[in-house]
């Protein structure tokens, strides 16, 4: 299996060799978007864009923000809708092409992209960006996190993106004010994701030793967080 190739839909039915189990569902909010949140940096109407099972956006929605999660996985969003209803939260979640977005022209002021860019070929990040451009209001802020060149090869990534790729992607039509390494927290030990590479990639999963790992034993991998502010 070539993770350029995953089907996210297949992958939320668990009709995968992953299973159920995603290195990205914490069953909670990614503790580097609390971190943001705790500093204020959302604000207005918020995009959660490629939301996935919906945890960042339940989470964000919970501090009182107006917040639309948008998936191109159906099965995902049934999964958040059904996890936001739990909370008794008021969520709008929809399928939709991130490259194109339309329907939501000059809505949001606050994007969070948790780790989407990452997995959007080349041609379909310019796209990707246009269409957040006419998403969003003016003086809109993106926060983006994206797996960076410091992720070791054997950790099933689809891309990983240079400091470069941002700067030229991202700061074509956005002004960039903050843009660093950082960490991006998994659902999984450094077994599990072994386990994981073993079954998804049928290879073992040699440079995956020694990394970074939290207080709760979750492997932790190296992204870029990026601030930029639509002019």
Not at 80 to 95: N, P, Q, T
């Amino acid at each position: 299996m070539d993770v350029q190739d995953v089907d996210f839909e297949e992958l939320y039915q668990g009709a995968t060799p992953m299973g159920r189990k995603m290195p990205w569902d914490l069953g909670a909010p990614q503790p580097a978007v609390v971190a943001l949140a705790d500093a204020g940096e959302f604000t207005g109407e918020v995009l959660d864009i490629g939301c996935g099972l919906g945890d960042n956006s339940a989470f964000l929605a919970s501090r009182g923000l107006r917040v639309t999660g948008l998936d191109g996985a159906p099965s995902a969003l049934e999964q958040a809708r059904s996890r936001a209803a739990e909370k008794g939260l008021d969520i709008e979640f929809a399928v939709a092409d991130a490259t194109k977005l339309e329907g939501y022209e000059g809505r949001f002021d606050t994007v969070l992209d948790s780790a989407l860019y990452h997995c959007l070929a080349e041609d379909e990040r310019h796209a990707y960006l246009a269409a957040l451009t006419r998403a969003t209001r003016p003086g809109a802020t993106l926060h983006l996190f994206c797996f960076s060149e410091e992720v070791p090869d054997a950790f099933p990534a689809p891309y990983l993106i240079s400091e470069a790729n941002l700067r030229e992607t991202v700061g074509k039509d956005w002004t960039i004010e903050r843009l660093e390494p950082a960490v991006y927290t998994t659902s999984m030990t450094a077994e599990e994701l072994r386990q994981s590479v073993r079954v998804v990639l049928g290879a073992e999963p040699g440079g995956l030793t020694g990394m970074d790992t939290d207080a709760d034993g979750r492997v932790l991998v190296p992204v870029w967080q990026l601030k930029a502010v639509r002019p």
